[in-house]
């Protein structure tokens, strides 16, 4: 086949130096008839793949040895040579011929090239040739990059549709486009799954701060209520967490007064009755604790020689762990905090059991 200058001049140009050297004795063929001269030791020290077609004997004594390199373009077999000369690849090479080198260091086994073309194609990745980097990534065992290649893809995935290598892999690899609509189902429930997991330790830590609050209204008193032996001192200062003491205040004097609730008839008083119930499920001082109803309830479980509710024991858990970790994470939240900062936690929500 003719080789035009060009190419040549390009040849030349990269193999100056150590590839030119007159020692070498094999030569690489590419895809354009291009002969890239080379020395076997560089060679077969850098690819065990090379090493074995170096070592395997030829038929004649006097054939010249010669290793083709093909399906690649002739410049990015000449880099790929150079790279194994020097076991560095820069920024222009990676930027022109990165797929190229992450596919022959792959069949070639030379891994820190490998590593090098993973990083600087994840780095370069585009709406453009996601789809085509990621078909790579799976031939080239890739995980790292394909993961990268998925994640991308399933985040625009709208712009990815519009692209040829897109409409391209439709026609030739519905299987790859199969996982990829699967890998983007399984990421919406993994959101979701998050999503929902933050909302009830959300929920847990509420509840948590609420069994607090409890407590601290009980014993010592805030703004408007307090203790069935004291008055609540008419100069008290908001306490720390008074949102939702606040809102747990407000739903003490409610439950008090309220003459619904002794047909059952009142959500608020209701929602009073299972705080108070989650409290004595949690307390380990009913004897001397100030909490109303708190003895009463731990009686009427005895008593009433059943199992509680599998759910109502999973909450009560839940919110023991949240208390746990809330009381771990104080001093740390001393440090980051002001003295003077408002807490912003909502007032005491609604919850199912």
Same mark, same amino acid.
């Given at each position: 086949?003719?080789?035009?200058?060009?190419?040549?001049?390009?040849?030349?140009?990269?193999?100056?130096?150590?590839?030119?050297?007159?020692?070498?004795?094999?030569?690489? *063929?590419?895809?354009?008839?291009?002969?890239?001269?080379?020395?076997?030791?560089?060679?077969?020290?850098?690819?065990?793949?090379?090493?074995?077609?170096?070592?395997? $004997?030829?038929?004649?004594?006097?054939?010249?040895?010669?290793?083709?390199?093909?399906?690649?373009?002739?410049?990015?077999?000449?880099?790929?040579?150079? *790279?194994?000369?020097?076991?560095?690849?820069?920024?222009?090479?990676?930027?022109?011929?990165?797929?190229?080198?992450?596919?022959?260091?792959?069949?070639?086994?030379?891994?820190?090239?490998?590593?090098?073309?993973?990083?600087?194609?994840?780095?370069?990745?585009?709406?453009?040739?996601?789809?085509?980097?990621?078909?790579?990534?799976?031939?080239?065992?890739?995980?790292?990059?394909?993961?990268?290649?998925?994640?991308?893809?399933?985040?625009?995935?709208?712009?990815?549709?519009?692209?040829?290598?897109?409409?391209?892999?439709?026609?030739?690899? $519905?299987?790859?486009?199969?996982?990829?609509?699967?890998?983007?189902?399984?990421?919406?429930?993994?959101?979701?799954?998050?999503?929902?997991?933050?909302?009830?330790?959300?929920?847990?830590?509420?509840?948590?701060?609420?069994?607090?609050?409890?407590?601290?209204?009980?014993?010592?008193?805030?703004?408007?209520?307090?203790?069935?032996?004291?008055? $609540?001192?008419?100069?008290?200062?908001?306490?720390?967490?008074?949102?939702?003491?606040?809102?747990?205040?407000?739903?003490?004097?409610?439950?008090?007064?309220?003459?619904?609730?002794?047909?059952?008839?009142?959500?608020?008083?209701?929602?009073?009755?299972?705080?108070?119930?989650?409290?004595?499920?949690?307390?380990?001082?009913?004897?001397?604790?100030?909490?109303?109803?708190?003895?009463?309830?731990?009686?009427?479980?005895?008593?009433?020689?059943?199992?509680?509710?599998?759910?109502?024991?999973?909450?009560?858990?839940?919110?023991?762990?949240?208390?746990?970790?809330?009381?771990?994470?104080?001093?740390?939240?001393?440090?980051?905090?002001?003295?003077?900062?408002?807490?912003?936690?909502?007032?005491?929500?609604?919850?199912?059991?």
């Amino acid at each position: 086949m003719k080789v035009t200058p060009a190419v040549m001049d390009v040849v030349d140009e990269r193999l100056s130096g150590e590839l030119q050297q007159p020692a070498a004795d094999v030569y690489i *063929i590419t895809s354009g008839g291009v002969r890239i001269p080379a020395q076997s030791t560089v060679l077969a020290a850098s690819s065990p793949v090379l090493e074995s077609i170096i070592d395997r $004997p030829t038929k004649h004594r006097s054939s010249e040895k010669s290793i083709p390199i093909l399906g690649v373009p002739c410049d990015a077999v000449s880099v790929f040579v150079e *790279i194994l000369y020097s076991s560095k690849c820069n920024e222009e090479q990676m930027e022109k011929y990165g797929v190229h080198l992450l596919a022959l260091s792959h069949v070639y086994l030379v891994p820190h090239l490998k590593q090098s073309c993973i990083k600087g194609l994840a780095k370069r990745l585009t709406i453009e040739n996601v789809v085509d980097v990621l078909q790579l990534a799976r031939l080239c065992d890739a995980p790292d990059l394909y993961l990268r290649c998925m994640k991308l893809l399933s985040s625009n995935f709208k712009a990815v549709e519009e692209t040829e290598g897109w409409k391209f892999l439709q026609q030739h690899d $519905p299987w790859l486009e199969l996982d990829i609509l699967q890998f983007m189902d399984e990421a919406e429930s993994r959101k979701k799954r998050s999503r929902r997991h933050r909302q009830e330790q959300s929920l847990y830590l509420q509840l948590s701060e609420a069994m607090e609050c409890l407590e601290h209204i009980c014993t010592e008193g805030c703004t408007i209520v307090g203790p069935y032996d004291m008055q $609540p001192g008419t100069k008290k200062e908001p306490c720390s967490k008074f949102s939702t003491c606040q809102g747990l205040q407000l739903l003490i004097k409610h439950f008090a007064t309220c003459k619904k609730r002794v047909n059952g008839g009142c959500v608020r008083c209701k929602r009073m009755w299972q705080l108070l119930r989650l409290h004595s499920s949690i307390c380990e001082e009913s004897d001397e604790c100030k909490v109303p109803l708190c003895r009463q309830f731990k009686l009427k479980a005895q008593l009433a020689k059943k199992k509680e509710d599998a759910r109502w024991k999973i909450l009560v858990k839940k919110v023991v762990a949240a208390k746990v970790l809330s009381s771990l994470s104080l001093a740390k939240r001393k440090r980051e905090e002001e003295p003077t900062m408002n807490h912003t936690h909502p007032g005491i929500r609604s919850f199912k059991l």
